[in-house]
């Protein structure tokens, strides 16, 4: 929650550093570029690292590049330090997201999915809360009060540092009772394994380009097919946005109980439904309809990225920061396309366009059933 409440910071000041700065589109974009691309790409390097070195602290250093960021924000006077502070706050996501995933992979207890559905929905309230805080503060006292922000860091490195030790003392119990054994991963050929991952990776892309749709341009999309006002549009905005952190909350715990692939099956394709039928009805329509869509797109994320973690089992951080990066790419990827072809066409066509995106989830039939294997990873084995 702390570590994306700050991460969400970035956006909400942009009005306020592109008035500052002198800034057009293109330089806004750059910005979200340099986020994005420290915040993403680098997690599976981070990952891949981690497995093989364990850094149990690594997780309150990642803040402390967050907090240097929010401090260099507050005092950027060019683009050149803008660029570089938006970097260094990207580069503590980047961090964070695989060590802390596997962090709940180890304390789940056997309910993977819970524990991921817990981890993530903390993420999704403080992406709602950053923007909130920006409103409150930010927008009154200027870009550079982001430095008041700066108490949150370091209350989250405190945090982090002890779960450090913990992380820590799950690697003395590992070396003094398994010598460096690696858990066993599942009874696939490589090539089966590759296979599936990359499907895995399909279903991420499907989902996340057309929640780069509703989350980005519905607002846009309401007033401009219903002439409704901002602040109903917004009103409206929130109640998709809860709709998907309740999804987070149902979808890992569900898969604990039924199975991750079914979970997966009915998240991806069963929305499909949906979003086919969204575009051509009318305003009360389209409202109760976002709201299934919202909780039964996110459902998808806890299962399929605990499904790729149980794949292989001994590279918990590459997994996890594959797949958190690689979502946070396509969001910001499909938001920048969405919006070009918007320009183009209109908003309305954007929604008729990716409204077949969920059919994609028919490729879920060719991902292997895992619990039918009978293969359970032991937590202590979890770091090697």
Excluded at 156 to 165: D, E, K, S
Excluded at 329 to 341: C, D, E, H
Aim: glycine letters at 10%.
């Amino acid at each position: 929650m702390l570590n994306d409440s700050l991460q969400s910071l970035i956006p909400a000041i942009y009005p306020l550093v592109k008035d500052a700065f002198r800034l057009n589109f293109t330089q806004i974009g750059l910005i979200t570029f340099t986020f994005q691309i420290t915040a993403s790409l680098l997690q599976p390097v981070v990952g891949a690292v981690t497995d093989h070195r364990p850094q149990p602290f690594s997780l309150a250093a990642g803040m402390g590049f967050t907090l240097a960021g929010l401090i260099l924000l507050s005092l950027a006077h060019s683009y050149e330090l803008l660029l570089i502070s938006v970097g260094l706050v990207g580069l503590g996501s980047s961090v964070f997201h695989p060590e802390s995933s596997r962090v709940a992979y180890m304390a789940a207890g056997g309910r993977r999915g819970l524990a991921q559905s817990v981890f993530q929905v903390g993420g999704n309230f403080g992406s709602s809360l950053g923007p909130l805080l920006a409103a409150v503060i930010i927008a009154s006292h200027g870009a550079s009060h982001v430095v008041w922000f700066s108490p949150l860091a370091l209350a989250a490195m405190v945090i982090l540092f002890w779960v450090g030790r913990w992380y820590q003392g799950g690697i003395a119990r590992r070396d003094g009772k398994t010598a460096h054994r690696r858990p066993e991963a599942a009874s696939l050929s490589r090539r089966r394994i590759a296979f599936s991952v990359i499907i895995l990776l399909v279903l991420i892309f499907s989902k996340y380009f057309y929640l780069a749709g509703m989350t980005s341009y519905y607002t846009f999309y309401l007033m401009d097919k219903f002439g409704v006002s901002v602040q109903s549009a917004q009103v409206r905005l929130f109640f998709f946005q809860f709709a998907v952190a309740a999804g987070t909350v149902i979808g890992g715990p569900l898969g604990d109980r039924i199975g991750r692939k079914y979970v997966i099956w009915g998240s991806i394709l069963g929305v499909a439904p949906f979003t086919l039928v969204l575009p051509y009805v009318g305003l009360p329509a389209t409202v109760v309809l976002a709201f299934p869509i919202g909780i039964i797109l996110a459902s998808a994320f806890p299962s399929i990225l605990v499904y790729a973690q149980e794949l292989l089992p001994g590279s918990i951080g590459l997994i996890s920061g594959l797949f958190f990066g690689f979502a946070f790419g396509m969001g910001g990827i499909g938001s920048a396309v969405l919006g070009t072809i918007a320009d183009h066409t209109s908003i309305q066509y954007v929604y008729r366009l990716t409204a077949f995106l969920p059919l994609l989830g028919l490729i879920t039939v060719f991902l292997p059933n895992l619990e039918s294997r009978g293969r359970q990873a032991d937590p202590k084995d979890l770091i090697s």
